[in-house]
C-alpha cells in the first residue's frame, strides 16, 4: 500500500488592474519618462544613479531596451535568447544587454527611439492574447525569501512593466534633483495598486497614510502598526531603495 503527498503550488501571480486601466497608466508612464528625460541637462545624463554601475544614460538605455522588447515579439525572442546565454540571474543579464546595446545612441537618437518606440509597447502589450496572458513565466522571481513565486505574462505586461519606468522616473528626479511629475490620476493609482499588494503579500492588519499627490489613505483589517511617509519613498523602500523596517520589510517588484 502507498500513500501520497498532497502537493501545494501556488497558482502564477495575476494583476489586480483592469487592463483597460493598466494601458492608459502605460500608456501615461512611457509619455512621462520621456517627458523627464527632455528636461535634462547634457550634464545630467552623466550623473550616478542609486541603480549600481548605472548613470542616467545608462537607466535610459535600459528603459529604451524594455520598451523595445515590448514593442516586437521579435525583439522579445532575441533578447530574452541573448540574455540567457549569459547565464547568471536572468534579469540582470537582460538589463545589462539592454544596456550594451543602446550605449553608443546620443541623447536625441535615445529619445526620438523612445517616443518611436513607445505607442508600439503600449500596442504590443494591450495585444497579448488572453491564452498567453494566463501562462506562467518560466523565470521564477526572488521577490521575498526564502520561497521563489511565478508571475502571469499578464501580470508582468499590465503591472511590472509600469512600474519599472515609473520606478526609474523616480531615479531620475533623485541623481538629478528634478521634480518628479505626480498626479493623483496617473502616480496614485500606480501607488494604490501597490499598497494593496503590499498589504496582500504580508498579510497583517495595518493602517497606511502616504502623502503627496500621489498619496491616500488604507486600512487592512483592525489594529496593527501605522505607516505615514511619502507615497513615491514608501514604492521606494519597496523596492529595496531604502532602509525598510516592520512591515516595510516585506518587497513589492518593480
Given at each position: 500500500m502507498s500513500t501520497m503527498t498532497a502537493v501545494t503550488i501556488a497558482a502564477p501571480r495575476q494583476p489586480v488592474l483592469d487592463r483597460t486601466v493598466a494601458m492608459r497608466l502605460a500608456a501615461e508612464e512611457y509619455a512621462r519618462f520621456g517627458a523627464a528625460l527632455r528636461q535634462?541637462?547634457?550634464?545630467?545624463?552623466?550623473?550616478p544613479t542609486c541603480n549600481t554601475g548605472w548613470d542616467v544614460r545608462a537607466m535610459a538605455g535600459h528603459v529604451l531596451g524594455m520598451t523595445h522588447m515590448s514593442a516586437s515579439l521579435l525583439e522579445q525572442t532575441r533578447q530574452m535568447r541573448?540574455?540567457?546565454?549569459?547565464?547568471?540571474?536572468?534579469?540582470?543579464?537582460?538589463?545589462?544587454?539592454q544596456v550594451e546595446r543602446n550605449a553608443a545612441l546620443s541623447p536625441t537618437d535615445l529619445l526620438d527611439r523612445l517616443a518611436r518606440l513607445a505607442p508600439k509597447a503600449v500596442r504590443g502589450r494591450?495585444?497579448?492574447p488572453t491564452l498567453m496572458r494566463r501562462r506562467?513565466?518560466?523565470?521564477?522571481?526572488?521577490?521575498?525569501?526564502?520561497?521563489?513565486?511565478?508571475?502571469?505574462?499578464a501580470y508582468l505586461v499590465d503591472v511590472i512593466l509600469t512600474r519599472d519606468p515609473w520606478m526609474h522616473r523616480s531615479d531620475l528626479a533623485e541623481a538629478t534633483g528634478r521634480?518628479?511629475?505626480?498626479?493623483?490620476?496617473?502616480?496614485?493609482?500606480?501607488?494604490?495598486?501597490?499598497?494593496?499588494?503590499?498589504?496582500?503579500?504580508h498579510g497583517q492588519p495595518c493602517s497606511v497614510r502616504l502623502t503627496g499627490p500621489a498619496g491616500g489613505t488604507w486600512t487592512f483589517g483592525d489594529g496593527g502598526p501605522e505607516v505615514e511617509m511619502d507615497a513615491v519613498d514608501f514604492c521606494r523602500v519597496l523596492s529595496g531603495r531604502g532602509?525598510?523596517?516592520?512591515?516595510?520589510e516585506t518587497a513589492v517588484p518593480f
Open positions: 535634462l541637462s547634457p550634464e545630467d545624463w552623466q550623473k541573448q540574455a540567457h546565454r549569459r547565464g547568471g540571474v536572468f534579469i540582470d543579464a537582460l538589463t545589462a544587454l494591450r495585444r497579448m506562467p513565466m518560466p523565470e521564477k522571481q526572488f521577490i521575498n525569501p526564502p520561497e521563489p513565486e511565478t508571475w502571469s505574462y521634480p518628479m511629475q505626480l498626479t493623483a490620476d496617473h502616480d496614485g493609482v500606480l501607488v494604490a495598486d501597490v499598497v494593496t499588494e503590499w498589504a496582500g503579500r532602509i525598510p523596517g516592520g512591515l516595510l
